[in-house]
């Protein structure tokens, strides 16, 4: 009689396991069916998300094609109005008779490179002759007149319109 309990224990035990086991199964198909389901979602996310991004694009190009033709039938604008003489452009200034590393010169320059608006500036030199070319939104005279007093009395004038200027050093007794 012990023996058939211990039997019918023991199938009991095994039994239950296999169902135990049967469950689990179970439960691993549902979590793979749902992580493939997952995993289809992302797929189509990712693909909507391509076909946006090139959509997107793409009017992107249109509209810089339409702007580009609407301009075109406009003119470009400048030289109308409030805006003459405001649009940024560039300025040479070109300095005769100075040596390379003339005090006043490098000051110039360094001062220029400093300035508010004034941008991408350079220096070149060649023959006696020096040339700072820079990009600033508003006249050469504009530039020159927001250049201090002090260093402005280095120079004399030579020339100036709107996009240029020509200086050379002024007769200084005290040359540095």
């Given at each position: 009689?012990?023996?058939?309990?211990?039997?019918?224990?023991?199938?009991?035990?095994?039994?239950?396991?296999?169902?135990?086991?049967?469950?689990k199964?179970t439960?691993d198909?549902?979590?793979?069916?749902e992580?493939?389901e997952?995993?289809?979602?992302?797929?189509e996310?990712?693909?909507?998300?391509?076909?946006?991004?090139?959509a997107?694009?793409?009017?992107?190009?249109?509209?810089?094609?339409?702007?580009?033709?609407?301009?075109?039938?406009?003119?470009?604008g400048?030289?109308?109005?409030?805006?003459?003489?405001?649009?940024?452009?560039?300025?040479t200034?070109?300095?005769?008779?100075v040596?390379?590393?003339?005090?006043?010169?490098?000051?110039?320059?360094?001062?220029?490179?400093?300035?508010?608006?004034?941008?991408?500036?350079?220096?070149?030199?060649?023959?006696?002759?020096?040339?700072?070319?820079?990009i600033?939104?508003?006249?050469?005279?504009?530039?020159?007149?927001?250049?201090p007093?002090?260093?402005r009395?280095?120079?004399?004038m030579?020339?100036?319109?709107?996009?240029?200027?020509?200086?050379?050093?002024?007769?200084?007794?005290?040359?540095?």
């Amino acid at each position: 009689m012990k023996t058939l309990r211990k039997r019918l224990w023991l199938i009991a035990l095994f039994a239950f396991c296999a169902i135990q086991a049967q469950q689990k199964k179970t439960e691993d198909k549902k979590v793979i069916k749902e992580v493939d389901e997952v995993n289809k979602t992302t797929e189509e996310v990712n693909q909507t998300a391509k076909n946006t991004d090139n959509a997107i694009k793409s009017t992107v190009e249109n509209s810089k094609e339409t702007i580009k033709t609407i301009g075109s039938l406009f003119g470009s604008g400048k030289n109308k109005g409030k805006t003459a003489g405001k649009s940024k452009g560039s300025i040479t200034i070109a300095v005769s008779q100075v040596s390379y590393d003339n005090v006043h010169l490098n000051r110039l320059y360094s001062h220029l490179s400093n300035a508010k608006g004034v941008k991408k500036p350079t220096k070149s030199f060649g023959e006696s002759q020096a040339s700072i070319n820079l990009i600033y939104k508003e006249s050469a005279d504009a530039l020159w007149q927001g250049v201090p007093k002090q260093l402005r009395s280095a120079f004399k004038m030579l020339r100036m319109d709107d996009k240029s200027m020509a200086l050379e050093l002024a007769d200084l007794t005290l040359e540095e």
